[in-house]
């Protein structure tokens, strides 16, 4: 669990900085530039379809996880604009929270023992 937490640490940092450096480079200008991509069905719209598709899957998770709750709904949106920098953190959370059972991690206490 160790590693996996430094894992989530070096992905939340790096992602950090990464966008720190582009939103100082290009400004705050994402969506538009995102879903452009896609628009013009080329490679990087391809990649941005596909990563667009994991945002997605990580919000459901998150929400299911949740017994799509008001509060689960909620995570789950902030999971798909948040992405990896939510992800990080929420699962970094939760491997305390679990003390390091994967099992109630992912699917929660309530399913993981009933």
């Known amino acids: 669990m160790v590693w996996f937490r430094i894992f989530l640490a070096a992905c939340l940092l790096s992602i950090l900085i990464y966008t720190g450096v582009t939103i100082h480079a290009h400004g705050w200008n994402l969506l538009s530039i995102f879903f452009g991509d896609m ?50 953190i929420y699962l970094i959370i939760l491997s305390y929270r679990h003390r390091g059972n994967i099992s109630e991690m992912m699917l929660g206490a309530e399913r993981a023992h009933g």
């Not at 490679?43 to 990563?51: A, C, I, R």
């Open 39 to 88: 628009a013009a069905m080329a490679w990087p719209g391809q990649f941005n379809f596909d990563f667009f598709t994991f945002l997605l899957l990580s919000g459901l998770w998150t929400a299911w996880r949740n017994n799509f709750t008001l509060g689960g709904l909620a995570l789950g949106l902030i999971a798909v604009f948040g992405g990896m920098l939510f992800l990080s």
